[in-house]
């Protein structure tokens, strides 16, 4: 597993902002640590804009009467896209953020080969899109501050409540040892594609 607490080797060219809707960032349906994520990802979109990468924000659309269903205040991106500059909302079905958006066109149209990853969930969407950009060569850095996710309930038999962070915590290390995962999204620098 590629970690470390400092900066990546280099910047990366693109910020994946996945799911950042706010069923699940604002209110009592949103995830624990909804305010850390929020902050972080608000950082690094600011920065990532100020040094000219490309900002993508992904936007699931949920099954009718979902908290996420489009056109619903919880579908709602929480923090906006400025199409001025360029930033693009894809709207996706699946878990995978690479899966029927154009995702993959949109960043190599860009010279994207380099790209940071936040949003939430952790163990689901955040983790099937970091795999997906995996395969498809992209280099990934996963700021550990940056995506977050819910408890998970116990289960008779089973276990416990698996608290929230124990699962995105797991979550990075199911992507193996071609993600790099940083400490802290401050230490991500982005620079033009």
């Given amino acids: 597993m590629s970690e470390s607490s400092a900066h990546p080797a280099k910047p990366v060219q693109a910020l994946i902002v996945v799911d950042m809707q706010s069923a699940f960032v604002t209110g009592e349906g949103a995830v624990p640590e909804a305010a850390r994520v929020l902050a972080r990802t608000t950082d690094l979109i600011t920065r990532a804009r100020a040094a000219g990468a490309l900002v993508v924000q992904l936007q699931n659309d949920g099954e009718p009467g979902s908290v996420d269903e489009p056109g619903t205040q919880g579908w709602e ?3 906006p896209a400025d199409a001025d500059r360029g930033e693009r909302v894809l709207r996706k079905t699946v878990d995978d953020g690479f899966e029927e958006t154009g995702l993959a066109d949109l960043l190599a149209d860009s010279g994207v080969r380099d790209l940071a990853i936040c949003g939430v969930q952790s163990e689901m969407c955040v ?39 124990m699962v995105s915590r797991v979550a990075e290390w199911a ?19």
């Fill in 77 to 79: 991106i929480h923090l």
């Fill in 127 to 165: 983790l099937a899109t970091a795999r997906s950009a995996l395969e498809l060569d992209f280099r990934v850095v996963l700021p550990h501050d940056a995506h977050a996710t819910y408890d998970i309930p116990a289960a008779e038999g089973i276990s416990d409540v698996v608290p929230a962070a």
């Fill in 175 to 193: 992507l193996g040892d071609e993600v790099e995962i940083v400490a802290r999204a401050q230490d991500v620098d982005f620079t033009k594609p």
